[in-house]
């Protein structure tokens, strides 16, 4: 359904610097832009392309004035983009409402007459399922799970028993919800499995990245916190509560009942020790090894980690040590000319 410029610009806050009323259909890159569509420019080089383009508009950030193309001028372009994106590209797939002939649904369990359960999907007994939910084929949903109002599990999620997932939710493909998080105790020479009786708790517009695994409880819950995003290939271990609001890239391992403060970043393929506490906002650098608490706002890098500034020294030193063992030898060589000349 096309879109006037003067309606997206008011969504956006912006303001229209040409005509208001201009029809647009589509959203594309500059060098792929067809007439109808808006484009993207965050500096002069990608506006002169957006120009150039067969876009009817462009979107921007600062003082760009154009004789040929509709502007929309907005305080910050990249922004604007992740708002503008889902009027052109809907987040969550749009199907019909119903039941798949092919999905085994309990008779107990309690499908809003709204929500959609795809092909190959399995609902246990007294789960519950959300207004406008969408499952698209292949779940697993166990016995007393609950899934809130606009959530979509991407083809075969497995949603273990007694998980709660909220609203708006987004769960890739392959991600495991609930799965027994890793307990044992060493009894008369065997590893005795510890049950995981807990859930997982997932809070409402979190989303979860493709062929990620949270692990349920051992008693209580492990938590996903609200607005909260996964990348692909994390692993979360019982128990662990992640805060509201925090970018968790790819890779990234968390260890049992380590709790993370909201907002804050780990980049990819870090790794952190269990029961630990990371502060609001700290930020932790890719392939860091977290083997102690994290302050508030800290930045810590390395592993193990350290505060970024002492980490980035560090390995400053460590590329001048090569250098540093010629300089030794020369010295060395140095000293034993001087004994030997003595010694003459």
């Known amino acids: 359904m096309p879109i006037t410029v003067a309606q997206i610009s008011e969504l956006l806050h912006g303001a229209v610097a040409g005509d208001g009323t201009t029809e647009l259909t589509g959203f594309a890159p500059a ?10 420019a965050e500096h002069a080089a990608y506006f002169a392309a957006a120009e150039a ?13 154009s004789a040929r193309k509709v502007v929309i001028r907005v305080a910050n372009a990249r922004v604007a983009l992740a708002r503008v994106l ?3 590209f809907p987040i ?18 309690q499908i809003d007459p709204t929500a959609h359960v795809g092909a190959h999907c399995v609902i246990g007994p007294r789960a519950k399922l959300g207004a406008r939910a969408t499952l698209l084929g292949g779940n697993h949903v166990g016995e007393d799970c609950v899934i809130g109002a606009d959530t979509c599990l991407y ?25 027994d998080g890793y307990g044992y105790v060493l009894d008369e020479g065997q590893h005795r499995k510890v049950l995981q009786v807990g859930i997982v708790i997932v809070q ?3 989303e979860i990245g493709a062929n990620a695994a949270i692990d349920r409880g051992a008693l209580g819950a492990t938590v996903i916190g609200q607005g909260t995003k996964l990348d692909n290939l994390v692993h979360v271990a019982h128990n662990v509560v992640l805060g509201r609001h925090c970018l968790i890239l790819g890779q990234v391992g968390f260890a049992g009942s380590t709790q993370v403060g909201d907002y804050a970043v780990v980049a990819a393929q870090a790794g952190i020790a269990g029961h630990l506490k990371i502060g609001q906002q700290a930020v932790i650098g890719a392939k860091s090894g977290v083997m102690r ?6 930045k810590v890098l ?6 970024d500034r002492e980490a980035k020294r560090q390995m400053i030193a460590v590329q001048h040590l090569p250098e540093f063992v010629r300089r030794l030898r020369e010295l060395e060589r140095q000293v034993e000319e001087l004994r030997a000349s003595a010694a003459n």
Request: glycine share 10%.
């Open 293 to 298: 608490d994290v302050p508030n706002g800290a």
């Open 86 to 88: 889902p009027l052109f």
């Open 204 to 206: 409402d517009d979190v």
């Open 53 to 65: 383009s067969q876009a009817a508009a462009i979107l921007v950030a600062g003082p760009f004035t």
């Open 31 to 40: 060098a792929v832009a067809r007439a109808g569509d808006l484009t993207f």
């Open 92 to 109: 969550a797939p749009q199907l019909p409402a119903g039941i798949h002939p092919g999905a085994d649904v309990d008779a107990s369990a």
């Open 155 to 179: 083809p075969n999620v497995v949603v273990y028993a007694r998980s709660q997932i909220g609203c708006r939710v987004i769960i890739h493909a392959g991600t495991v919800i609930g799965s």
């Open 302 to 307: 390395g592993s193990p980690a350290a505060p």
